[in-house]
């Protein structure tokens, strides 16, 4: 059984620092590729970025170069480094596991989720 548990989610000040891990177990790692999603209240879960079994990185344009994806195979671990939070950014962020190799863009492209984890960006 693959499992996913994100942490590291909490609140934060605009133009403030994150950073969220999601750990996997029950796969190998290293041969699939990950992504990470947020969804607000109200909203659809949307793509926010994701990182191929090979490392190559795919990033929303709404991110504006905000947001670094990375990945430590020997750890079971991704990573969201989440630098210069707006408050638009407050969501329920979650990480997924595709079982292919190659980045997917949406939700129905990745088979595994973790439980999510709560970002909140406010003064």
């Known amino acids: 059984q693959v499992q996913l548990v994100e942490s590291g989610g909490g609140l934060v000040q605009p133009g403030g620092s994150l950073k969220l891990s999601c750990a996997a177990s029950?796969?190998?790692?290293?041969?699939?590729?990950m992504g990470w999603f947020r969804q607000a209240p109200e909203k659809e879960r949307e793509f926010v970025t994701g990182?191929?079994?090979?490392?190559?990185?795919t990033d929303s344009a709404s991110m504006k170069g905000r947001f670094t994806i990375s990945r430590d195979n020997a750890k079971n671990t991704v990573y969201l480094q989440m630098n210069s939070l707006k408050p638009e950014d407050t969501a329920v962020y979650y990480c997924?596991?595709?079982?292919?190799?190659?980045?997917?863009?949406?939700?129905?492209?990745?088979?595994?989720w973790g439980q999510g984890t709560q970002v909140t960006v406010s003064s």
């Open positions: 029950g796969a190998i790692f290293g041969l699939n590729a």
């Open positions: 990182i191929s079994a090979g490392g190559s990185i």
């Open positions: 997924a596991l595709r079982k292919y190799r190659s980045i997917g863009f949406t939700v129905a492209e990745y088979d595994y």
